[in-house]
């Protein structure tokens, strides 16, 4: 199976803020509700890019500087899934908003120099497994730190929790077959 993403980039700066550049954390009132997709999808990166909401393409990718989405609750990861990118490349970011990213199914990869080599509009190739970063409108070639099985089988079900309820229907199935035998 190939883990390979590529995608139209939209590429954001250094210390881009989760909560209040990405999402505006300020403006969400109902946590008891699930997240709402759907508006998060809509203010995501609008403070910082007013265009972006009515122009990212399902399948683009994100790319970003150094310390990106810092300060950042779940519904920044959240939302940039919900708009449509499909991965977040980073210079740097905080361990946090990594996991979150994982835990949602939004694949995220750190790859310094990667904010050098590509711009907006470009198109990018990055092979999570191998991490392989290739720039496929210059030539320019990275690589990030790749993806575990592990961390590769959430990205596949679609975020950690849908891949432990697959890993536990699967558990059940085969101690089920082992009692049947």
Not at 82 to 100: D, N, Q
Request: charged letters at 20%; proline letters at 4%; hydrophobic letters at 40%.
């Amino acid at each position: 199976m190939s883990h390979t993403i590529t995608g139209r980039v939209w590429k954001f700066g250094d210390n881009i803020s989760g909560d209040n550049g990405i999402i505006e954390f300020s403006v969400i009132r109902d946590f008891s509700q699930p997240f709402d997709e759907s508006g998060l999808a809509k203010m995501c990166f609008a403070k910082i890019d007013p265009d972006f909401p009515n122009n990212v393409r399902k399948g683009d990718l994100v790319v970003g500087g150094s310390n990106f989405a810092h300060h950042s609750h779940p519904q920044v990861a959240v939302a940039i899934k919900a708009a449509g990118i499909a991965a977040v490349i980073v210079e740097s970011t905080e361990t946090g908003f990594l996991r979150k990213a994982v835990n949602y199914g939004l694949p995220l990869l750190l790859c310094p120099g990667i904010a050098g080599i590509v711009e907006t509009g470009e198109e990018l190739s990055v092979d999570l497994a191998t991490g392989q970063v290739k720039n496929l409108t210059t030539e320019a070639q990275l690589l990030a730190k790749p993806y575990s099985e592990r961390m590769l089988a959430m990205i596949q079900h679609g975020g950690l929790i849908p891949y432990l309820k697959s890993s536990h229907e699967r558990d059940s199935n085969d101690a089920a077959d082992r009692m049947a035998g």
